[in-house]
């Protein structure tokens, strides 16, 4: 035992080949961590790559909606990993807005069409050393990647102005903006031909009053007076064409309106859809080039608002003494815009309008006169925009697609009273009216006519149509080729004698002759007065302003 102990003493004091056995143990442990080392480069690495594959996988599928797991699954595949590590693929609403928090900015499912795609993808990386460690032979790898499609269009509604009269464009505008107006023809028509950048137009308005530093939201939120706007619309105007006829044209107008406390909001005007929240001055890469006749015309609508408008006009018309308007404009459907910027599925609407059109007919033999009130009433018309397609890599072949509704329209030979006017919760049914006073012989007359679809119709526009802002007409499916003769076909007329009076043979015949002869001059007094209104009988019009062809790109 002592012996034992003896030997014991003396290896515990012998140092002789420490650092062997210490260098035996390090270089255990260098060993281990090299190995961890190259199975967490592994891991990195395969990270890289499997989030490199994933974000591809969700342009592509961005880029492509209508399949999105198809063509997400082609892209893993490219990649060399099998369909299986493709998850999970989702489509939803993708909300660029600062103000949101990053991961809430893409909801899913998504809010109506959806506009992006999010991709999950999931890989296993085998281990090597680390195994002995962790006991497993692979590391799971799950990344996404969000992208948003960025095929975006402007596109507006209505303005259908085509054709001048000056009179009736001076009465009808200068009532619905508070004054009176006394533009020429040349006038009119050169500020129809000026066009200016709607969101130049909105940085102008800005400054005007002094609103700096704020979103196109706050701005177009805001309650701004028509005379500031029109102001604005003048600055633009200038600064873009110099001067000229339309700028002094625009002037006349702008000083007209100087002293008007009417105020409106901008976003009854423009939508920016996704570009709402950019900073005043920050313009997307989608167009906006509007008509500078087309901008007052509609801010003279949302001015004058549910108010009655009230005018003689005479349009030189044979058989047409003269005409009396009464016309009410509705307001338009709630978040509905003039011009609408967006992607697949937003949509843009006219207002309701309401005419009464009392038309004094020049007369022959017994009838010296007729006097025909004829009320028209056109629905809201809507565009909706159907597909955007980008044409990659030639831009030149891209095309738009919206679908159309006009409004359909109610007509009548009545008696429609002024209350009858504004009051758009419900249709007026009017008793016949007085058409003929002979004193002890009256003729009386009633009327119905409508005209209208539901179904929308696709107009495709061009890329060189959308460059050139064409405007195009959409008519009902049922439009009838005269609304006025459609009213006399259905007119029901009743010959009233007095006490004292004596029949007048051939008196009802005598009436509708005398009508059917001024049928052209009637339809030509309605159209003119809508038209100058921004719409049309069974009609409506719409343009493509801009279009955006970025394609799918990485937001997340």
């Not at 140092?15 to 961590?33: K, P, V």
């Not at 119709?457 to 405007?471: A, D, M, R």
């Not at 009609?539 to 302003?545: G, Y």
Request: hydrophobic fraction near 45%; charge should be neutral; glycine fraction near 10%.
């Amino acid at each position: 035992m002592r012996g034992i102990l003896l030997l014991m003493r003396r290896f515990g004091a012998d140092e002789r080949g420490n650092f062997a056995m210490i260098s035996a143990g390090l270089m255990t442990l260098l060993i281990g961590c090299a190995g961890l080392a190259i199975d967490l480069g592994t891991i990195f690495a395969d990270r890289r790559k499997t989030q490199s594959t994933a974000d591809l996988a969700a342009i592509v599928a961005a880029a492509n909606l209508n399949n999105p797991v198809n063509a997400a699954s082609a892209t893993v595949t490219q990649n060399n990993y099998p369909a299986s590590a493709l998850v999970k693929v989702e489509t939803g609403t993708y909300t660029a807005n600062s103000a949101i928090a990053p991961q809430a900015r893409f909801v899913t499912p998504a809010i109506g069409i959806p506009n992006a795609a999010r991709v999950t993808l999931t890989t296993q990386t085998p281990l090597y050393f680390a195994r002995y460690l962790t006991g497993a032979s692979s590391f799971k790898i799950s990344t996404t990647a969000t992208a948003t499609s960025t095929e975006m269009a402007t596109f507006a509604i209505g303005s259908r102005l085509l054709a001048v009269n000056g009179g009736v464009v001076n009465a009808l505008l200068g009532s619905m903006l508070g004054t009176s107006l006394s533009l020429s023809v040349m006038d009119y028509n050169s500020l129809i031909s000026a066009k200016i950048d709607a969101l130049d137009f909105l940085s102008a308005l800005a400054t005007r009053i002094n609103l700096t530093g704020v979103s196109y939201s706050d701005l177009l939120s805001s309650n701004i007076k028509v005379g500031d706007i029109m102001a604005a619309a003048l600055t633009t105007q200038q600064i873009t064409n110099g001067a000229g006829a339309a700028t002094t044209a625009l002037s006349t107008i702008s000083q007209a309106v100087t002293g008007s406390s009417t105020k409106i909001s901008p976003g009854t005007l423009i939508d920016l859809g996704p570009f709402a929240n950019l900073t005043v001055g920050q313009k997307p890469k989608v167009g906006a080039s509007v008509s500078v006749f087309d901008l007052v015309n509609t801010v003279a609508q949302i001015a004058n608002g549910n108010h009655q408008i009230a005018t003689s006009v005479n349009l030189g018309l044979p058989g047409i003494a003269n005409v009396s308007v009464i016309a009410t404009i509705g307001e338009r459907p709630v978040g509905s815009s003039w011009i609408a910027m967006g992607t697949q599925g937003v949509s843009v609407h006219t207002a309701q309008t309401r005419i009464l059109a009392t038309i004094n007919v020049l007369g022959s033999g017994a009838v010296s006169a007729i006097n025909l009130p004829v009320y028209v009433e056109v629905a809201s018309g809507t565009a909706t925009l159907n597909a955007v397609s980008c044409g990659r890599p030639n831009i030149s072949t891209s095309q738009v697609t919206v679908g159309v509704t006009p409004g359909i329209v109610d007509a009548w030979i009545g008696n429609v009273t002024v209350a009858d006017m504004t009051n758009f919760a419900t249709k007026p049914n009017p008793p016949p009216a007085m058409l003929v006073n002979l004193g002890l012989v009256t003729v009386t007359g009633l009327a119905h006519a409508g005209m209208g679809n539901t179904t929308p119709t696709n107009v495709n526009f061009s890329y060189s149509e959308i460059q050139s802002g064409t405007k195009k007409t959409v008519t009902t499916t049922n439009f009838l080729s005269s609304l006025t003769g459609s009213l006399l076909g259905d007119l029901s007329l009743t010959i009233n004698v007095g006490p004292l009076g004596l029949p007048i043979p051939g008196l009802g015949a005598l009436v509708m002759s005398i009508l059917n002869g001024v049928t052209s001059s009637i339809d030509q007094v309605l159209a003119s007065l809508l038209a100058t209104l921004g719409i049309g009988l069974g009609q409506v019009d719409v343009w493509v302003l801009g279009i955006r062809c970025d394609g799918a790109v990485l937001v997340n």
